[in-house]
Nanobody
Framework: QVQLVESGGGLVQAGGSLRLSCAAS????????MDWYRQAPGKQRELVASTTRCGSTNYADSVKGRFTVSRDYAKNTVSLQMNSLKPEDTAVYYC???????????WGQGTQVTVSS
């Protein structure tokens, strides 16, 4: 089993910044993908930023240029620096990972990000 614990959510005004962090623990062999998703009320969960085992990153078009994902491969952590936040970024943000040679997905409990206008 793998446990993911997120931190760093909160309330911020539009234009502000927040930094989310996620730490993985448990029976970890090699983490493959370690990503951030978000889900706004009434909407489907969507991928915000992803990192691969090989160091590649990818972003949703809506956050490109504003969000930066970083991963510490030695500590099994991933962070999301969110700048120039907009009210439409309001959502519960979830950390996700999967392991090499495994099909099991692992999710964190989610952290609320609220951006006021």
């Amino acid at each position: 089993q793998v446990q993911l614990v997120e931190s760093g959510g909160g309330l911020v005004q539009a234009g502000g910044s927040l930094r989310l962090s996620c730490a993985a623990s448990g029976s970890i062999l090699i983490i493959n993908n370690m990503d951030w998703y978000r889900q706004a009320p009434g909407k489907q969960r969507e991928l915000v930023a992803s990192t691969t085992r090989c160091g590649s990153t990818n972003y949703a078009d809506s956050v490109k240029g504003r969000f930066t994902v970083s991963r510490d491969y030695a500590k099994n952590t991933v962070s999301l620096q969110m700048n120039s936040l907009k009210p439409e970024d309001t959502a519960v943000y979830y950390c996700y990972c999967d392991l090499l040679l495994s099909t099991n997905p692992y999710w964190g409990q989610g952290t609320q990000v609220t951006v006021s206008s």
